[in-house]
Nanobody, 116 residues
Framework: EVQLVESGGGLVQAGGSLRLSCAASGFPFEAYAIGWFRQAPGKEREGVSCISPSDGSTYYGDSVKGRFTISRDNAKNTVYLQMNSLKPEDTAVYYC?????????WGQGTQVTVSS
């Protein structure tokens, strides 16, 4: 059974930090690109960051560049999203996604709330 389980969300003041984790099982994790997406109330889901399965190259959305860092630990089947200098506009449900040319898996999401 494929599982993506996010954790690490919560309530934080503006300027603070959180680290999200995405623990994966049920598929060959090291072969999949892993991404973080987020969805705020009334808005479409947007891509935040992703990391490739091969060389570990990364992508960041313009709104989080310089503040967020994605990393992966293939030995632990886990991807992390370090979020620094958080802003109220970062408030959203954050979802983990794993994909290759055929499969597209999603976690259940974790809530991040940034207070001003």
């Amino acid at each position: 059974e494929v599982q993506l389980v996010e954790s690490g969300g919560g309530l934080v003041q503006a300027g603070g930090s959180l680290r999200l984790s995405c623990a994966a099982s049920g598929f060959p994790f090291e072969a999949y690109a892993i991404g973080w997406f987020r969805q705020a109330p009334g808005k479409e889901r947007e891509g935040v960051s992703c990391i490739s399965p091969s060389d570990g190259s990364t992508y960041y959305g313009d709104s989080v560049k310089g503040r967020f860092t994605i990393s992966r630990d293939n030995a632990k089947n886990t991807v992390y999203l370090q979020m620094n200098s958080l802003k109220p506009e970062d408030t959203a449900v954050y979802y983990c996604n794993a994909r290759d040319f055929r499969d597209d898996y999603w976690g259940q999401g974790t809530q991040v709330t940034v207070s001003s």
